[in-house]
C-alpha cells in the first residue's frame, strides 16, 4: 500500500521561530514552506514539517533520521561547526567516541533539537 508512496518525517516544537533558526541555519535546510504553526523544509526529496505542539520535546526516540552515507564525516564536521553537540548512548553497545558511534563500517550520531527531539544521522 505505502511502497510507492514518500513518506516524511514531522516534529513537534514549542517555539516555532527558534525551530526556524535551528532547522534553517543549523542544520542548512531550505524552508519549502511556512503557516502560523508550522514550518516545511526540504531534506533530500523529501519534506521535514515541524509544528507547533505542547508535547514538544516528550520523545524519547528518533524524530527524524538523515542517511548520509560516505558524506557522514563531512557532515558530522559542519554540524560540529555549527554549534551541533552530540549525545552518546553507551547503552547500545557500539564503540563511542567524541559522540560518534561505531559498529564496523557503520558511524551514527544524535543530537538533540532545541526542543530535545532526538535527532539521528549515519552513514547508510
Same mark, same amino acid.
Request: net charge negative; no cysteine; hydrophobic share 50%.
Given at each position: 500500500?505505502?511502497s510507492?508512496?514518500?513518506?516524511? !518525517?514531522? %516534529?513537534? %516544537? ?10 534553517? &541555519? ?5 524552508? !519549502?514552506?511556512?503557516?502560523?504553526? #508550522?514550518?516545511?523544509?526540504r ?5 521535514? !514539517?515541524?509544528? %507547533?505542539?505542547?508535547? *514538544?520535546?516528550?520523545n524519547?526516540? &528518533?524524530?527524524? #533520521?538523515?542517511?548520509a552515507? *560516505?558524506?557522514?564525516?563531512? #557532515? ?8 551541533v553537540?552530540f549525545?552518546?548512548?553507551p547503552v ?24 530535545? &527531539?532526538?535527532?539521528?544521522? &549515519?552513514?547508510?
Amino acid at each position: 500500500m505505502f511502497s510507492d508512496v514518500s513518506s516524511s !518525517a514531522i %516534529v513537534a %516544537v514549542k517555539d516555532l521561530a527558534r525551530a526556524r533558526a535551528f532547522y534553517a &541555519n543549523t542544520l542548512r535546510l531550505a524552508l !519549502a514552506s511556512e503557516d502560523d504553526q #508550522v514550518l516545511t523544509f526540504r531534506t533530500g526529496a523529501t519534506t521535514l !514539517a515541524v509544528y %507547533v505542539s505542547d508535547a *514538544a520535546g516528550t520523545n524519547k526516540a &528518533n524524530a527524524a #533520521v538523515w542517511s548520509a552515507g *560516505a558524506d557522514f564525516d563531512a #557532515v558530522v564536521a559542519q554540524l560540529k561547526m555549527n554549534g551541533v553537540t552530540f549525545e552518546e548512548y553507551p547503552v547500545l553497545g557500539m564503540q563511542v567516541s567524541d559522540g560518534i558511534h561505531t559498529a564496523g563500517d557503520f558511524k551514527a550520531a544524535w543530537f538533540k533539537d532545541p526542543d530535545g &527531539n532526538i535527532l539521528h544521522i &549515519n552513514s547508510m
